[in-house]
């Protein structure tokens, strides 16, 4: 406590001004800079928050399909085309070669109201053949998908294979409309999704604790955090888990636990650990957020931050020929100029131990989001700051 308390003094001593407005410019400046601080006090958090199991993870599928529906605001590339041209053959509906290359060049036909698409879907680890996953629609040469109505595509996932086969109603998150001398859009009206437009058709085959072991990993790797989630497992279940790097955590599934790899994965999941972080400062100049974390700190420095304000006002004059003397009126230009420096006394940081005083102190300056900026930019270049500062 004493410690915060010369803390204080010296904070108070660099502007000379009276302690109740250095708190009450404190406080206007924390209810405008929106400066979010983390806790001070770390809560230990849940091992399943900070890992994933190896081999649970989501997959991507793609296809290309043909959307059809639409009121006048389809495609009309050749893409479109010949893709309507393959659909009505698969339907039975066949041509001579010389005709579908024909209508494929054929740039007079009226595809106004069907569009190519390229369409996405995730399809996650343990979701079984029948079930329903959502699906994103995005057009390739079409100005609207509003009313469309995407036909049966074949998603396929990185190995060439089919995973799933997306149908049904486009709808859309905005819309665009159009006349002869205005026109408004609202969001995208090009990008759409079906809720439950895919029906899953092949699974993705994964049994968790293959071999005996159960690998966790990292999503932020660490090598102290590593540590004590080892740590937290071995306590539970002695000698299961070992750490393989920063990132990285193998744990043995014990022989009670054999024919049951989820209750155990699950009982893993729910230890807590309290994470470390590296210390860092992120700051976001366009919305004047500023996030920094428990264990930013900084060194003794001493600040002298101020603005330099320059005004300029044109007045022109018109000036008038004398009569009777042949001249031209014209336009003179006037300029004024005025510089105005605010002078801002040294401010003195003192070495900052908690995320509290570091708060207290950056507040203090009375300055801008944009002069904060300015400031752990400098701080940054002179490594009086212990901390990694990223600029969004």
Request: glycine residues 10%.
């Amino acid at each position: 406590m004493s410690g915060r308390n010369e803390h204080s003094k010296g904070v108070q001593s660099m502007s000379g001004k009276t302690n109740a407005k250095l708190l009450t410019s404190s406080r206007l400046l924390a209810a405008t800079l929106s400066i979010a601080v983390a806790a001070s006090t770390a809560s230990a958090i849940r091992i399943k928050d900070i890992t994933t199991v190896e081999g649970v993870r989501t997959n991507n599928l793609r296809g290309v399909g043909l959307v059809v529906g639409l009121d006048g605001t389809g495609g009309q590339g050749p893409g479109t085309r010949q893709v309507l041209l393959n659909f009505l053959q698969r339907e039975g509906l066949r041509a001579d070669p010389a005709t579908r290359l024909g209508i494929a060049n054929n740039t007079q036909i009226k595809t106004e109201n069907m569009a190519l698409v390229a369409v996405f879907a995730e399809l996650p680890t343990f979701v079984r053949k029948g079930k329903k996953i959502d699906v994103v629609c995005a057009a390739i040469d079409a100005k609207s998908l509003k009313g469309g109505q995407l036909i049966g595509t074949a998603l396929r996932g990185v190995d060439g294979e089919v995973y799933a086969m997306a149908r049904g109603p486009i709808a859309l998150g905005g819309f665009s409309a159009k006349g002869q001398g205005a026109s408004v859009k609202v969001n995208h009206p090009t990008r759409g999704h079906i809720v439950g437009g895919a029906t899953v058709e092949r699974e993705v085959d994964f049994a968790p604790g293959v071999g005996g072991t159960v690998r966790l990993h990292l999503r932020d790797a660490d090598f102290e955090t590593a540590s004590r989630i080892v740590k937290a497992i071995n306590l539970s279940f002695p000698g299961t888990s070992r750490a393989i790097d920063a990132g990285t955590v193998d744990v043995i599934v014990p022989p009670e636990y054999r024919l049951d790899t989820v209750g155990f994965v699950g009982r893993i999941h729910l230890l807590e650990v309290q994470p470390d972080t590296v210390a860092q400062v992120v700051i976001d100049e366009s919305t004047g957020t500023i996030v920094f974390g428990e264990n930013v700190r900084i060194a003794d420095v001493a600040i002298n931050h101020g603005n330099l304000t320059i005004v300029t006002a044109e007045t022109p004059r018109v000036s008038q020929p004398a009569p009777l003397s042949q001249g031209a009126t014209v336009v003179v230009p006037q300029t004024q100029l005025q510089a105005q420096e605010e002078r801002s006394p040294v401010a003195l940081l003192e070495a900052t131990t908690t995320i509290g005083d570091l708060a207290r102190a950056l507040n203090a300056l009375g300055v801008t989001p944009r002069d904060l900026s300015s400031i752990f930019r400098q701080l940054h270049a002179s490594n009086a700051i212990y901390a990694d500062v990223v600029f969004k």
